[in-house]
C-alpha cells in the first residue's frame, strides 16, 4: 500500500466458498490485479453446485434421458430403451466424469488469474480476519484480508422430527443411492423435489409426490405445469398435493410416509426435499459484526453489501434466487463495487429453468401477473409437434407460449415446455431485454429445421390474433 496509514492485510480480497459466487468474484477481483485468496474446503472445489447440487443432478438427468431411451420413443416405440437393466454405477460413471472435470476447470481457473485457494474451513476472529482451519493436517492459521466475500452456499434442511438414514435421504444423499430404488415418496415438490421424481420416474420407479402446498410449481404457466402432470402421470407418478407428511418410519428394508390425513404410504426409499439452510454456522458471524436468519441466511444491501461495509455475501447464502447462473454476476458485482470499479445492477428479467423431464423455462411475466395488474395481452403457441425438427428430436408434446401486449405488440413473458426449453427461453429473454415486439419475430428468418422455429410460429399466432381484432374494430 503506499498509504502508511492504510493496513497491510495478507490479501485485498478472501472469498469464503469457491462455488458459482465465489468464484466469481474471486476472478473479477484478480483481474482487477488485487491479491486473492479462496477458502474452500477440499473435497468441495467448486462448491455445492459442482459436487453435490447442480451439476451432478443434471448430469444424472442427462444420463437418464439417455440410458432410458426416453426422448426416442416417441420414434422407436414405448418400449425403447438403450439398456434394459439400469445401475446405480451406470448412472454415477457419467456424473463422476463431470464433476472430475468441472473440478479441474474451476482449480485451473482460479489458478490462471493467480488466485489462491486455501483447503480448510474459514471462521471470522474479528471483521478482517479469518481462522483456518486445514483439513489436511496443517492445524490452523489467520488470514487477513480488506474485503471478504461470503459464498458458503446452502445445504438441505433436515428436519428434526425426520430420521434420515440409507432408506430417508435428502437431495445430497440421493445421488448416493446403492440401487435404483423399485418405490420413492418424494416429500416436498419444489424445484429440486419434482426433478428427481421426473427422473426416478422415467427409471421406472413407482413415484409418490407429497407436498402441503395446494398446486405444483406455483410460480410457473399453469398450462404448462397440467403438461408436466400429465406426463409425469403417464410415467406412474401420483401426487398428493395439499397433504403434510406426519412421520416418516424405516425398519432398514423399506419405509412407511404417515400424512396429516392418515394415509400411510410404503415405499423402499423417502427423499425429504424440505427447503435449504445457509451454510453460516462455522463462519462466527457474530465476531465479524453480522447475523444469519434462522435459515442461516444473510441479508445484503446494494451491491450485495452486508451490514459490515467490507464484507459481501453473495449465491445461496443470501436466499432467493438462489440460483448458479445468478450467484455467479452477483459474486462479479460484488468484487467490483469492493474495489470501487463501476458496475451496473442486474437487470431484473432473469429466466427461471426447471430441469424436470420434459424440461421448463420461463423469463418474463405470466398469465395471472398481467391479469392482475390489468394489462391487456394476446398468447401466441406453437407445439412441437407442429415443427419438422420435433418430429426429428422425436419431441410431441413440447410447446411454447408468447405474451404480447396487445397495444404495444411488446413481448411480455414467454413460457417454454420440452426438449431445450432452458436454451431456447433465451431468444426471449434477449428480444424482451431490448424491448422488441413480436414484429421482430414475424419478420425474421430462423433456421430450418429448427425447435427456435417455434418462436416464429407462435409469433404469427398471435399476429393473426391481434389483426383479427383490429379488422372487427374497423
Known amino acids: 500500500m503506499s498509504d502508511d496509514s492504510t493496513p497491510s492485510y495478507d490479501y485485498d480480497l478472501l472469498v469464503i466458498g469457491s462455488g458459482p459466487g465465489g468464484q466469481k468474484a474471486a476472478i473479477a477481483a484478480a483481474k482487477l490485479g488485487k491479491r486473492v485468496c479462496v477458502v474452500e474446503r477440499k473435497h468441495m472445489v467448486g462448491g455445492v453446485c459442482v459436487n453435490t447440487g447442480t451439476i451432478p443432478s443434471k448430469t444424472l438427468r442427462e444420463a437418464v434421458m439417455y440410458l432410458t431411451g426416453m426422448a426416442q420413443r416417441d420414434v422407436y416405440g414405448a418400449s425403447y430403451r438403450v439398456k434394459a437393466d439400469i445401475t446405480v454405477q451406470d448412472l454415477l460413471a457419467r456424473t463422476q466424469h463431470v464433476i472430475g472435470r468441472e473440478v479441474e476447470v474451476v482449480r485451473a481457473q482460479l489458478l490462471r488469474n493467480h488466485v489462491d485457494l486455501v483447503s480448510g474451513t474459514a471462521r471470522f476472529t474479528d471483521p478482517h480476519t479469518v481462522s483456518v482451519h486445514s483439513d489436511t493436517g496443517g492445524g490452523s492459521s489467520l488470514i487477513s484480508a480488506g474485503a471478504f466475500v461470503i459464498a458458503t452456499g446452502t445445504r438441505p434442511a433436515r428436519p428434526d422430527a425426520v430420521e434420515f438414514g440409507p432408506r430417508v435421504v435428502d437431495s445430497d444423499g440421493v445421488i448416493d ?24 420416474a422415467a427409471l421406472g420407479t ?44 424405516s425398519n432398514g428394508t423399506s419405509t412407511i410416509t404417515t400424512l396429516s390425513s392418515g394415509k400411510r404410504i410404503p415405499a423402499e426409499t423417502v427423499m425429504y426435499s424440505a427447503g435449504r439452510q445457509g451454510q453460516t454456522a462455522e463462519l462466527d458471524l457474530p465476531a465479524a459484526g453480522l447475523t444469519a436468519d434462522s435459515r442461516g441466511r444473510i441479508a445484503v444491501g446494494h451491491h450485495y453489501r452486508t451490514e459490515v461495509p467490507h464484507i459481501y455475501a453473495v449465491g445461496d447464502v443470501i436466499g432467493f434466487p438462489a440460483l448458479a ?7 462479479r458485482i460484488a468484487a467490483y463495487d469492493a474495489f470501487g470499479e463501476p458496475v451496473r445492477d442486474l437487470t431484473s428479467l432473469q429466466p427461471i429453468g426447471i430441469y424436470t423431464i420434459p424440461e421448463i423455462s420461463y423469463c418474463g411475466r405470466t398469465e395471472a401477473e398481467l391479469t392482475a395488474d390489468s394489462v391487456p395481452y394476446e398468447t401466441g403457441v406453437a407445439r412441437y409437434r407442429e415443427l419438422a425438427r420435433g418430429a426429428i428430436v422425436g419431441d410431441s408434446y413440447g410447446m411454447l407460449k408468447l405474451l404480447v401486449h396487445t397495444g404495444t405488440r411488446e413481448l411480455l413473458g414467454v413460457h417454454l415446455f420440452g426438449t431445450a426449453a432452458t436454451d431456447l427461453v433465451h431468444i426471449g429473454q434477449a428480444i424482451m431485454g431490448c424491448g422488441g415486439t413480436v414484429d421482430y419475430l414475424v419478420d425474421t428468418v430462423i433456421n430450418y429445421p429448427t ?11 398471435v399476429s393473426n390474433k391481434l389483426r383479427a381484432v383490429e379488422r372487427f374494430a374497423v
Open 325 to 331: 447462473a445468478t450467484s455467479m454476476d452477483q459474486g
Open 177 to 200: 443411492l446403492e440401487r435404483v430404488p423399485s418405490s420413492m415418496v418424494v416429500a416436498g415438490a419444489g424445484v429440486i423435489g419434482i426433478e428427481y421424481a421426473s427422473m426416478f
Open 206 to 249: 413407482r413415484v409418490t409426490v407429497v407436498d402441503k402446498r395446494p398446486t405444483l410449481l406455483e410460480f410457473c404457466d399453469p398450462e404448462v405445469v397440467e403438461s408436466l402432470k400429465f406426463h409425469l402421470r403417464d410415467l406412474s407418478v401420483q401426487f398428493r398435493l395439499g397433504e403434510e407428511v406426519a412421520s416418516v418410519e
Open 451 to 461: 425447435l427456435s422455429e417455434a418462436y416464429k410460429v407462435a409469433a404469427l399466432d
